[in-house]
């Protein structure tokens, strides 16, 4: 072949084209983002309603059904809607066709709910619209606790102050928070002084609306110096709105508000409680989004956590940043298993390779030809925008048994052909020349057979074409280096045998190894006789073969129906989630007493050793936008209140074993 004999008389440039693919390849590690699973995109655009105060009922016949609607009319690619109708908020999840443009879905979206709007009850607000795909999932939750620290302090450090700083992490989003309580300046009311004084609890929210607003005034020029003229229409002060005059009686008093309120710091009504093992506190769901890689989000967080302890505000010296959960854990564990499984699997190849070649060098040039197909895949892998996840790495393991078979058959041939003589430009030559075609064939043989998984559609799709184009990659890589980088190895590191092959007389090997060698090529000779044997009985009865054969396939089929079925594998992740579904109507409080009791159950059942943390999310979020993220559910539709819902996440020790 041509390209065999370029590289012959080429031998130091395909050299360097090698080390080009070791450099390219580590770099690309590097660089790839990695995961658990492949990007999974499903473009999704959520909806988020708000109308403080209205039913699920309400929510769902006169926000939800309309806009769903709506929607079917403008949008373009719909692939379905979902919806969620709970109190005070309902969220409209428009799944898009996987070919589908999410800038002209977002647009189109925008504009019918502009549009929608009019036919909405009076005072709604224009929804928060938000684009996202399957591959936006929590990566990390952090917990922010303190001593001396209330639930109200705990949320408005974890909404201004940590999430604010979290954010500017490379691929990192921050919902609001969970738990605490949102702060809010509350007016509590006298009831009893308000009737007395024949004052109504309108009379108290104009005077504050009217009183306390924001009124840019300009500037004065005085002189050479030009002075910013300040008002006092809005208090610096949550206290100084008691000063504010309501009205003034006939006799010349005047009623003000700390007469007939207080207005103080308060918090709105809870709907949502966060414990750790029983313990109130507020907690951040860190969400991975884009192609982001895992690993360099969770690694950006962890950097960012001393900082944010370093300039706390006052007062807030004893806050503690737990991290709760940690993805990136299973990510290292997951792709660092399926690394040490393909080691492991290559070495073992090597050591079948020197047994059987009996070469250390044929081995030594097989060995570096598997490791640069690998790297060849991971580079056009990354090319393409791929991650590095446990589909990708597993095809390449998969492929590692492959890859040996171009470089193993050309190096025998070669082999062979120094057997019978001529030199050792001629053996390299004739040796790759002569099995070029049959080991082409086989190459693409083995690529299309990946073929069909390019036609599959939905989430399979994506996480198995990962897979089919590592292994492609890889087969392909491997027969371009066996016909470039292992001839060049073999005319470098094979002169040396060319006299052990033409010696006619073979003395008994002196070293280990050779005695080992020695010892494999006579076993397996007594093992190939035997085959040989058995083969010609198999021969000499075809029926009772064929009969045998096709009665055991029949046998392995009836074992089909005891084989579960399942999307994935069952993992051992360390931890379970308990659901728990309270009846309608149910304050928080209660809910929370009754994950009290649960909590207590569990205790009794797991071992003090093995339980490591409980983690309690009772209600329903504050925002919408935790709702979005949220794939759990909620009762139901027409049924949902803001305390009917509990959620435990249980973690086990590492010493736990299911």
């Not at 990390?140 to 209330?150: A, E, M, V, Y």
């Not at 109200?152 to 919902?175: E, K």
């Not at 609306?209 to 005034?217: D, G, M, R, T, Y």
């Not at 010349?252 to 409680?273: E, H, K, L, M």
Request: hydrophobic share 45%; proline share 6%.
């Amino acid at each position: 072949m041509w390209i065999v004999a370029l590289a012959l008389r080429r031998p130091y440039t395909f050299t360097v084209f090698a080390i080009l693919i070791l450099i390219a390849g580590v770099v690309a590690i590097i660089r790839t983002p990695k995961d658990i699973f492949p990007s999974i995109n499903i473009p999704v655009i959520s909806s988020l309603w708000n109308y403080t105060g209205m039913s699920a009922e309400g929510m769902e016949s006169h926000i939800t059904s309309q806009f769903e609607r709506s929607l079917t009319t403008t949008v373009d690619n719909i692939e379905h809607i979902e919806s969620q109708s709970i109190y005070g908020n309902a969220i409209i999840k428009v799944f898009l066709q996987p070919t589908a443009s999410v800038a002209t879905g977002i647009a189109q979206v925008t504009s019918i709910a502009q549009a929608a709007l009019r036919q909405m009850p009076v005072g709604m607000t224009p929804p928060l619209v938000l684009s996202y795909t399957a591959s936006n999932v929590p990566v990390l939750r952090i917990g922010l606790s303190g001593k001396g620290l209330d639930e109200q302090r705990l949320n408005d450090l974890a909404l201004q102050f940590v999430r604010t700083q979290l954010i500017t992490v490379p691929g990192a989003a921050v919902p609001y928070p969970y738990g605490g309580k949102q702060r809010y300046v509350s007016v509590d009311l006298n009831y009893q002084k308000l009737q007395a004084l024949g004052m109504t609890p309108i009379d108290v929210v104009s005077a504050i609306a009217n009183q306390n607003v924001i009124l840019p005034s300009g500037t004065m020029k005085i002189a050479q110096f030009e002075y910013q003229v300040g008002m006092n229409a809005s208090p610096l002060a949550i206290e100084e709105l008691n000063a504010i005059p309501i009205k003034t009686n006939p006799n010349g008093s005047t009623i003000y508000v700390r007469d007939v309120a207080n207005v103080r710091n308060g918090f709105v009504p809870q709907t949502n409680i966060v414990r750790f093992d029983g313990s109130r506190a507020a907690m951040l769901d860190i969400q991975k989004t884009g192609s982001a890689s895992t690993l360099d989000i969770v690694d950006g967080i962890k950097q960012k956590l001393p900082e944010i302890k370093q300039t706390l505000p006052p007062g807030a010296d004893s806050l503690n940043l737990t991290l709760l959960t940690d993805q990136s854990i299973f990510v290292r564990a997951s792709i660092g298993g399926v690394i040490r499984e393909a080691i492991i699997a290559a070495c073992l190849t090597a050591l079948m390779i020197l047994l059987f070649l009996s070469s250390w060098r044929s081995t030594l040039i097989i060995c570096i030809s598997i490791p640069l197909s690998i790297l060849c895949s991971i580079v056009a892998l990354s090319a393409l925008g791929e991650t590095i996840n446990i589909m990708t790495l597993g095809g390449m393991a998969l492929a590692v048994g492959i890859l040996v078979d171009d470089a193993t058959v050309e190096i025998e041939n070669i082999h062979r052909n120094m057997a019978e003589g001529g030199t050792i430009q001629e053996c390299i030559l004739n040796g790759a020349a002569q099995i070029a075609v049959p080991a082409f064939v086989s190459t693409l043989c083995i690529c299309i057979v990946f073929v069909p998984v390019f036609f599959l559609s939905g989430t399979a799709r994506y996480l198995f074409v990962p897979l089919a184009e590592a292994v492609v990659f890889a087969m392909l890589a491997s027969y371009l280096l066996s016909r470039t980088v292992v001839p060049t190895f073999a005319k470098f590191l094979l002169p040396p045998e060319m006299e052990r092959h033409r010696s006619p007389e073979h003395p008994k090997p002196k070293t280990i190894f050779g005695k080992i060698s020695y010892a494999f090529e006579h076993g397996f000779s007594r093992f190939r006789e035997a085959y040989r044997d058995y083969l010609s009985i198999c021969l000499r009865h075809p029926k009772a073969t064929v009969i045998s054969v096709i009665g055991f396939a029949a046998l392995s089929v009836l074992l089909f129906p005891f084989l579960g079925e399942d999307f994935f594998p069952t993992v051992d992740a360390g931890r379970f989630d308990m659901h728990i579904r309270m009846q309608p109507g149910t304050r928080v409080e209660e809910t929370a007493r009754t994950a009290d009791q649960v909590e207590g159950m569990l205790r009794k059942i797991i071992p003090v050793n093995q339980l490591a943390g409980i983690i309690d999310n009772l209600g329903i979020p504050y925002s919408g936008i935790n709702l979005s993220y949220n794939t759990t559910g909620t009762r139901a539709n027409r049924s949902v209140h803001p305390g009917a819902n509990l959620r435990s996440n249980v973690w086990l020790s590492e010493e736990m074993v299911f």
